[in-house]
């Protein structure tokens, strides 16, 4: 099976690909059309600003690639919000893979903090990437940006107000948190991606 990570103008891309060595599983991190579209499996990470990522991708080429791929793909936290329809991030047109628009965190009372940083539970969970025993526990965190409840929601976590912490449509899957920064839970997430999907 062939795994891989889209390399673009965001960070964490290789603390993913770390992630996966540590599961044995070997990836070609690559920007390249040619090799993305082959890929078994396709893994869009990211930690950035939506409207010079979408720029970017946009000069690559790799807005108009990344939602017509067949194959399973996994978007993590700005990839995420990149699959939706827009953000409110700098005002930005995204992949329109969901339909759904990406909302800023508004604090509601004093202590609430922006970003939201650090480790949450999951709930709700309806998607292969998931199992049973993830139910009610504790997934990573770090964006300002949030997608809310929709159509397409697979898991909710609940900061300031429920939110979607993963998305799933067809082929599509997505989570908010960063399961390569999320330790066993996160490690079982990625699994499910590349054995369940």
Not at 9 to 17: L, R, Y
Not at 59 to 68: H, M, Q, S, V, W
Not at 76 to 105: A, H, P, W, Y
Request: hydrophobic letters at 35%.
């Amino acid at each position: 099976m062939s795994i891989v990570v889209i390399k673009y103008n965001a960070g964490n891309i290789f603390s993913v690909e770390n992630a996966l060595k540590r599961l044995n599983a070997d990836a070609i991190v690559t920007p390249d059309i040619t090799k993305i579209r082959k890929g078994d499996k396709v893994i869009f990470p990211g930690v950035g600003e939506a409207s010079s990522t979408m720029e970017y991708l946009r000069k690559c080429g790799l807005n108009e690639i990344i939602p017509n791929l067949t194959q399973p793909v996994l978007g993590i936290c700005l990839g995420m919000q990149l699959m939706c329809s827009s953000s409110e991030e700098g005002d930005t047109d995204c992949l329109n893979i969901f339909d759904t628009k990406v909302q800023r965190f508004v604090k509601q009372k004093h202590e609430d903090k922006i970003p939201h940083m650090g480790w949450n539970t999951i709930s709700n969970l309806n998607s292969n990437i998931f199992d049973p025993s993830i139910e009610n526990r504790y997934v990573y965190f770090v964006h300002s940006y949030y997608v809310p409840i929709n159509e397409y929601t697979a898991a909710t976590t609940d900061y300031i107000h429920p939110f979607s912490a993963a998305l799933h449509k067809d082929n599509f899957y997505a989570t908010q948190f960063h399961p390569e920064k999320s330790g066993s839970v996160g490690e079982q997430i990625l699994i499910n991606f590349l054995q369940n999907t």
